[in-house]
């Protein structure tokens, strides 16, 4: 919008918006333009008692113009637009705007320049910023669901609930932080942040509160975010069977959208979705794991949409990082509810767990083991050989058939299931084969390697949680968060863990109660050390508080969150390792050759294939064309899947169309630094900042550019040492001011490595 100095010229934006939003300024039965509004006192052209808002604005005379007028499909004034010029501040024309509302009985304002676009609820709410205008469906609906809203005191909270055939009851503090979010919503509080430990049942509780929401009439649309498959399919099969009678679908990249009540997406598919989607579609989004979501490129597809936001996150608070509680607009950085993981285990709501003793230390002393950046093939390479992996196994497999009917006296087939946590695929795919060595009657199905590029993924994973085998599930990265197996007796880490986020994840796999094979404890076989290192045991539990290595038991202060590498997206294995490892058995193939072969393979197959012409041609295809797509491309040999192809390309948010586009030269799909210097540029726009200021910081972007993040000691190492910089920072900021704004630079730019 720059550039647009008159009313007339912000109005030429204004009408394109509108039209983005599903409305043509053309068409007058939707929207009328320079309305004439007459006094209250005066009466009023239309009837507007359907539109009553709860403060009372009668006595305001409102003589005047409105610039536009949006109306509902009977005629009747839904919002008043006030547009202005660029310059001036839309929220500052409010009382201008008001009594042209009451005037004509419109119960909503918005406020714009176009470039900045404000919604008034005005009888509820203050105005606030919004991406985009409503349509006339988000307008009604609002409209509707305020006449028919009840208070939320009036819908009972049920004490069992049905989940999977069988009954469930809905526990204490389930019940606690639906009654934390009833006050909060009243109250009129517009987001909420929730931290219940892994095993506790948040995607039940939520599917329950979203129950309660629409029923009371406060929601009629929900958008569900998750940042990976496991946790879309756990959401979609939650909600499917909680909430039955509700229409509901998975959103999946290049599907065509549909008009269903509850919607289920992943993040990396949202992020190039959003803008088919006004602001106001959305009734509610939740947001799982949400502690990863609130990062610069992953914030635009939550912050797009005007809705109650709910997040979820089983991260204890002094690993959730600042940003994520201003977001949710948490006071003291504490989310709105909590049940801390100790009074899980105490209460019996989590099963407990011990560490198996005597086993083999794959980390000799004296090994850099505090080094957080490695090649993972080169590690597996240096720590394990087939004596090794073989020992690992035939260890755990003597201990696990040894220990099970104590662990658990109901379980019927030894030694109960299993996850082994492998550094590699090749890896995985070496582990599963010396399990099945070990018990040669099962033919190959005792253990199961399962990961991205096994085609039947899915079928194993079902078969893991319903069927007596596989016994034990081999994988590197799939089942370590976000799979639900209330089953697990064994959990082996065969790889090493740092981050203290991923370390308690890997833990809650086994952490589930199972009453009905009476599951009494679960075991954890730990190789390397990893329990030691967060000085973790089964009498003092790690809950995020230290940062281990602590032999007297003394617990630390937590890491700074900005340095934990997080939740298994192997962020710097993304950018640092050379090569894609491919098929069950794990070959590394090198990152430029796999994506030429892609290409090779995509540009070959558009001339037959239907489904990639239909890509080409930006048409969006049908759920089970999507399905055909990615299951026709993650075939041997080359295995094309989102994983491997997020790897290849070092583009952690792309999905499979992007790819193909890219593949098919449609989408320009830009080198890293391209893009931190793109972000960068539009950072810095967004300051206020002098020439000499902008200047330095261009200085500081090239070093974040060379080392993934900005550090105020390279301020006193070459090369900008030689050019003063540590000093010319502080004249130019303050000292307090150039902590701030390195540490702003480092969240809004660099840290999006971590998205």
Same mark, same amino acid.
Request: hydrophobic share 40%.
């Given at each position: 919008?720059?550039?647009?100095?008159?009313?007339?010229?912000?109005?030429?934006?204004?009408?394109?918006?509108?039209?983005?939003?599903?409305?043509?300024?053309?068409?007058?039965?939707?929207?009328?333009?320079?309305?004439?509004?007459?006094?209250?006192?005066?009466?009023?052209?239309?009837?507007?008692?359907?539109?009553?808002?709860?403060?009372?604005?009668?006595?305001?005379?409102?003589?005047?113009?409105?610039?536009?007028?949006?109306?509902?499909?009977?005629?009747?004034?839904?919002?008043?637009?006030?547009?202005?010029?660029?310059?001036?501040?839309?929220?500052?024309?409010?009382?201008?705007?008001?009594?042209?509302?009451?005037?004509?009985?419109?119960?909503?304002?918005?406020?714009?320049?176009?470039?900045?676009?404000?919604?008034?609820?005005?009888?509820?709410?203050?105005?606030?910023?919004?991406?985009?205008?409503?349509?006339?469906?988000?307008?009604?609906?609002?409209?509707?669901?305020?006449?028919?809203?009840?208070?939320?005191?009036?819908?009972?909270?049920?004490?069992?609930?049905?989940?999977?055939?069988?009954?469930?009851?809905?526990?204490?503090?389930?019940?606690?932080?639906?009654?934390?979010?009833?006050?909060?919503?009243?109250?009129?509080?517009?987001?909420?942040?929730?931290?219940?430990?892994?095993?506790?049942?948040?995607?039940?509780?939520?599917?329950?509160?979203?129950?309660?929401?629409?029923?009371?009439?406060?929601?009629?649309?929900?958008?569900?975010?998750?940042?990976?498959?496991?946790?879309?399919?756990?959401?979609?099969?939650?909600?499917?069977?909680?909430?039955?009678?509700?229409?509901?679908?998975?959103?999946?990249?290049?599907?065509?959208?549909?008009?269903?009540?509850?919607?289920?997406?992943?993040?990396?598919?949202?992020?190039?979705?959003?803008?088919?989607?006004?602001?106001?579609?959305?009734?509610?989004?939740?947001?799982?794991?949400?502690?990863?979501?609130?990062?610069?490129?992953?914030?635009?597809?939550?912050?797009?949409?005007?809705?109650?936001?709910?997040?979820?996150?089983?991260?204890?608070?002094?690993?959730?990082?600042?940003?994520?509680?201003?977001?949710?607009?948490?006071?003291?950085?504490?989310?709105?509810?909590?049940?801390?993981?100790?009074?899980?285990?105490?209460?019996?709501?989590?099963?407990?767990?011990?560490?198996?003793?005597?086993?083999?230390?794959?980390?000799?002393?004296?090994?850099?083991?505090?080094?957080?950046?490695?090649?993972?093939?080169?590690?597996?390479?240096?720590?394990?050989?087939?004596?090794?992996?073989?020992?690992?196994?035939?260890?755990?497999?003597?201990?696990?058939?040894?220990?099970?009917?104590?662990?658990?006296?109901?379980?019927?087939?030894?030694?109960?299931?299993?996850?082994?946590?492998?550094?590699?695929?090749?890896?995985?795919?070496?582990?599963?084969?010396?399990?099945?060595?070990?018990?040669?009657?099962?033919?190959?199905?005792?253990?199961?390697?399962?990961?991205?590029?096994?085609?039947?993924?899915? !079928?194993? $994973?079902?078969?893991?949680?319903? &069927? +007596?085998?596989?016994?034990? =599930? *081999?994988?590197?990265?799939?089942?370590?968060? @976000?799979?639900?197996?209330?089953?697990?007796?064994?959990?082996?880490?065969?790889?090493?863990?740092?981050?203290?986020?991923?370390?308690?994840?890997?833990?809650?796999?086994?952490?589930?109660?199972?009453?009905?094979?009476?599951?009494?404890?679960?075991?954890?076989?730990?190789?390397?050390?990893?329990?030691?290192?967060?000085?973790?045991?089964?009498?003092?539990?790690?809950?995020?508080?230290?940062?281990?290595?602590?032999?007297?038991?003394?617990?630390?202060?937590?890491?700074?969150? !900005?340095? $934990?590498?997080?939740?298994?997206? &192997? +962020?710097?294995?993304?950018? =640092? *390792?050379?090569?894609?490892?491919?098929?069950? @058995?794990?070959?590394?193939?090198?990152?430029?050759?796999?994506?030429?072969?892609?290409?090779?393979?995509?540009?070959?197959?558009?001339?037959?294939?239907?489904?990639?012409?239909?890509?080409?041609?930006?048409?969006?295809?049908?759920?089970?064309?999507?399905?055909?797509?990615?299951?026709?491309?993650?075939?041997?040999?080359?295995?094309?899947?989102?994983?491997?192809?997020?790897?290849?390309?070092?583009?952690?948010?792309?999905?499979?169309?992007?790819?193909?586009?890219?593949?098919?030269?449609?989408?320009?799909?830009?080198?890293? &630094?391209?893009?931190?210097?793109?972000?960068?540029?539009?950072?810095?726009?967004?300051?206020?900042?002098?020439?000499?200021?902008?200047?330095?910081?261009?200085?500081?972007?090239?070093?974040?550019?060379?080392?993934?993040?900005?550090?105020?000691?390279?301020?006193?190492?070459?090369?900008?040492?030689?050019?003063?910089?540590?000093?010319?920072?502080?004249?130019?900021?303050?000292?307090?001011?150039?902590?701030?704004?390195?540490?702003?630079?480092?969240?809004?730019?660099?840290?999006?490595?971590?998205?």
């Amino acid at each position: 919008m720059k550039g647009y100095s008159t009313e007339a010229d912000a109005r030429i934006v204004i009408d394109e918006l509108l039209r983005q939003a599903g409305w043509d300024p053309a068409d007058k039965s939707q929207v009328r333009t320079e309305v004439l509004v007459r006094s209250a006192s005066a009466g009023v052209a239309e009837p507007a008692a359907q539109y009553a808002a709860k403060s009372d604005y009668s006595s305001i005379a409102a003589d005047g113009m409105a610039d536009y007028v949006l109306t509902d499909r009977r005629g009747r004034p839904l919002a008043v637009v006030e547009a202005k010029r660029t310059a001036v501040e839309p929220y500052a024309a409010k009382q201008q705007a008001l009594p042209y509302a009451k005037g004509i009985g419109a119960p909503f304002v918005f406020l714009t320049n176009g470039e900045l676009i404000y919604f008034w609820d005005y009888g509820n709410d203050d105005a606030r910023i919004v991406n985009s205008f409503f349509s006339r469906r988000d307008l009604e609906r609002l409209v509707e669901m305020r006449e028919t809203r009840k208070p939320l005191a009036t819908i009972e909270i049920p004490e069992y609930y049905l989940r999977q055939g069988e009954n469930r009851l809905v526990r204490p503090y389930q019940q606690e932080a639906m009654q934390a979010l009833d006050h909060a919503v009243e109250l009129g509080k517009r987001r909420f942040l929730i931290e219940l430990p892994t095993g506790t049942g948040k995607t039940d509780l939520i599917c329950l509160y979203l129950k309660r929401l629409i029923q009371s009439g406060r929601a009629e649309r929900v958008l569900f975010l998750v940042d990976r498959e496991q946790l879309a399919k756990q959401a979609i099969e939650a909600i499917q069977d909680i909430l039955n009678q509700h229409s509901s679908y998975w959103l999946r990249s290049g599907m065509v959208r549909q008009e269903q009540q509850i919607t289920v997406c992943l993040l990396q598919t949202m992020i190039s979705r959003y803008s088919e989607f006004t602001s106001g579609y959305f009734d509610v989004v939740i947001a799982d794991e949400s502690h990863r979501s609130i990062y610069g490129a992953w914030q635009t597809a939550l912050t797009h949409f005007d809705a109650l936001h709910i997040g979820l996150t089983a991260t204890p608070s002094a690993f959730i990082e600042r940003n994520t509680f201003q977001f949710y607009q948490c006071r003291n950085d504490q989310p709105d509810f909590s049940f801390p993981i100790l009074r899980a285990f105490q209460e019996d709501y989590l099963c407990p767990y011990k560490f198996a003793e005597g086993i083999t230390q794959m980390i000799a002393k004296g090994a850099e083991v505090d080094e957080e950046t490695y090649d993972p093939s080169e590690f597996e390479r240096k720590w394990t050989n087939e004596d090794t992996n073989r020992k690992m196994m035939q260890e755990f497999d003597r201990l696990a058939w040894a220990n099970y009917k104590e662990l658990s006296p109901g379980q019927k087939i030894g030694p109960g299931k299993a996850i082994v946590f492998a550094i590699t695929k090749h890896h995985a795919a070496r582990l599963a084969h010396y399990l099945n060595e070990l018990h040669p009657e099962h033919k190959g199905q005792y253990a199961e390697v399962i990961t991205s590029d096994v085609v039947n993924a899915d !079928d194993l $994973i079902r078969k893991f949680k319903r &069927e +007596d085998y596989p016994q034990v =599930a *081999v994988s590197v990265g799939m089942l370590d968060t @976000g799979f639900d197996c209330r089953e697990v007796l064994h959990l082996v880490m065969c790889r090493r863990v740092r981050s203290p986020i991923l370390y308690q994840q890997m833990r809650g796999r086994g952490t589930r109660i199972a009453p009905h094979i009476k599951k009494q404890k679960f075991v954890i076989y730990d190789f390397f050390g990893n329990h030691e290192y967060f000085d973790d045991s089964d009498t003092d539990i790690f809950t995020g508080a230290g940062d281990g290595h602590a032999p007297t038991g003394e617990r630390k202060p937590p890491k700074s969150s !900005d340095r $934990i590498i997080e939740l298994g997206l &192997e +962020d710097e294995w993304l950018h =640092a *390792v050379t090569y894609v490892e491919v098929g069950p @058995g794990g070959e590394r193939v090198d990152k430029r050759d796999y994506v030429t072969n892609w290409e090779v393979a995509i540009q070959s197959a558009v001339k037959d294939d239907p489904i990639i012409k239909k890509v080409r041609q930006g048409i969006l295809l049908t759920e089970e064309e999507e399905k055909i797509l990615s299951a026709r491309l993650n075939q041997p040999e080359m295995y094309f899947n989102e994983d491997n192809l997020r790897r290849a390309y070092r583009r952690p948010g792309g999905n499979l169309i992007d790819f193909i586009q890219a593949a098919l030269g449609n989408l320009k799909i830009k080198p890293r &630094e391209e893009e931190l210097t793109e972000n960068f540029q539009a950072w810095l726009v967004a300051k206020s900042l002098t020439p000499q200021q902008a200047q330095y910081l261009s200085l500081l972007k090239n070093r974040g550019i060379a080392r993934g993040r900005i550090e105020l000691d390279d301020l006193f190492q070459p090369p900008l040492s030689i050019l003063n910089a540590a000093e010319m920072g502080v004249e130019l900021f303050g000292e307090a001011g150039l902590k701030d704004i390195i540490k702003d630079m480092n969240d809004s730019i660099f840290l999006a490595k971590s998205l």
